[in-house]
């Protein structure tokens, strides 16, 4: 192995063709975006057609080998390349991106595409420019990037070496996928059969059995709605909450009943944002939660990326915004929507913003069951579907929210489902870590094969 410079096996780079968007067309020729490019590969998704000329295509055709290589993009993913495949339709590509075509009497495509794969990201993220919040690389900067030949054959011979190592792991990495898909499924599974009084037997046939009477869910129901003007936080005058509405709902089990998350909780309300400058990254008097704190688990991540505020502001501009342990969240602004998290006993307080609801459960009823018929697929879409899109972003209404109908059991039945679904999602979650370790250990067994394949001087 010796080093060189990518420019030194380059025939020749050109940046791509920009086209308004009254080019774009249904029959067009693909124009491949620097969305196209990912882990090294062309990834056939989201294209974009445009009206090219003759002259056009043969300035910006792409061809088997070509090397495309994204040159505008945030700074940790400028500089991404993938080889075109022989089975590409023919392509063009926009602007956004570079062309490069290698002499490959001295270097071989995927050669160099592997070595772009390997280092091209932080080495590119350390030099491009920034131009107006984008990082931005030259055809010179590319050209300077550091790379390792050897004679063509034994390129060949490298490359085939890094393909069936990348083989078996892709194989490895495929069946830990399906683990985790079955992962996914168990738990929506498990969601499923909690509310609806399959997960546990039911009170009222433990009553029934042992010959003894129980709160039933409607008697329940009726508890809470006496116990919510007592309990209720909001301004204003105070009103009734409206029933569920049950038109097209399935039959509960013998106990159960339909109620509406306004009939079970305080006012449902939703965050405010205070101005940009009010803000504050990692530190401060009192956190302010965004939708990435959100999980689909019920568990909020408010560790990751955390913003406060002061206190001054959390008191005077934030009253509608705060939020308490128990209290559940969901965010209404997607996609996706239907993560749902409970603030945890170690948050004592802090505020969400706007693209988050806020449900705080009447007691006797605690946070668990609304939780989990929150995550139950089912119930989500029922929300969905009943949503809407604004700007192709979908949103989901406090009045939805306030009329979303979840299935209600008696309260020693809702403690049993809790504690029966928190055993078994427990040991999904040491699964699901297990599996992601193994992820996160192919990826690295992938980086070091790579570093290997490529330093100077050693040969795989």
Known sequence: MREARLGDVVASMKNGMYKPASEYAD?????????????????????????????????????????LVNRVNSRELVGKAAVIPGSLEPSVFE??????????????????????????????ANNAQ?????????????????????????????????????SRLDEAV?????????????????????????????????AHREGRSYETGEQLLQRILQERPKQWTARGRYSEPPPAVCDG?????????????DQISDFVTKGTTPAAQKLFDDSGDVQFLKVYNLTFDGTLNHRHKPAFVSRETHIEELARSKVRPGDVLINIVGPPLGQVSVVPELLAEANINQAIARIRPIAPLGFQFIAMALM????????????KTTAGQANLTLELIRG????????????????????????????????????QRAQRLRQSTMAKAFAPNVLV
Request: glycine share 6%; net charge positive.
């Open 27 to 67: 029959d067009g020729v693909p124009c491949l975006r620097m969305y196209n490019i990912d882990a090294g590969s062309i990834v056939w998704r989201d294209i974009k057609r445009m009206k090219v000329s003759p002259q056009e295509y043969a300035d910006f055709g792409l061809r088997e080998g070509d090397l």
């Open 95 to 124: 602007s956004k991106n570079i062309r490069v075509r290698l002499d490959t009497s001295k270097a071989l495509p995927k050669f160099i595409n592997y070595q772009l794969f390997a280092r091209g990201s932080k080495h590119f």
């Open 130 to 166: 920034q131009v107006v919040g984008m990082a931005s690389i030259s055809q010179g900067q590319l050209s300077d990037f550091p790379i390792v030949l050897t004679d063509v054959d034994e390129q060949r011979r490298i490359v085939a070496e890094i393909e069936k190592q990348f």
């Open 174 to 206: 495929a069946n830990l996928q399906r683990v985790k898909a079955n992962l996914k499924r168990y738990k929506a599974a498990v969601l499923k059969a909690a509310v609806e009084g399959r997960l546990v037997e039911t009170e009222a046939s433990l």
């Open 249 to 261: 709902l399935p039959l509960l089990p013998e106990g159960w009943t339909w109620a509406s998350i």
């Open 376 to 387: 139950c697929d089912d119930v989500m879409r029922w929300a969905i579907r009943r949503g």
């Open 404 to 439: 979303l109908p979840i299935p209600l059991p008696p309260l020693g039945e809702q403690i049993r489902v809790a504690a029966e679904v928190d055993r078994r999602l427990s040991i999904l979650r040491g699964v699901e870590a297990e599996v992601d370790a193994n992820l």
